[in-house]
């Protein structure tokens, strides 16, 4: 049975490839999040109650399109 050799060149390039390159992810402030998402649903409701209409379409294309409308009409979504 034949080995591979083992040479200090050959093992330092091969486990420097191999090895997942590791995100940074920013710290998300739990308290912040909850207060965001909390907004964003009252936000929703509202939406959702004044224009009725949009219940009939699935709730990912209500979500789209409430957020769409948050985004170009911030005027109409106040911070609650």
Known sequence: ????????????????????????????NPLALQE???QNLA????????FPFLRIL??????SIFFSSKNTFPMLFPAT
């Not at 936000?43 to 004044?50: D, E, P, S």
């Open 36 to 38: 965001s998402l909390r």
């Open 58 to 63: 699935p709730v990912q294309d209500q979500l």
């Open 43 to 50: 936000q929703f409701n509202t939406f959702i109650t004044q």
């Open 1 to 28: 049975m034949a080995s591979l050799p083992s040479s200090p060149t050959s093992s330092s390039s091969g486990s420097a490839s191999t090895s997942p390159p590791q995100l940074r992810l920013p710290l998300i």
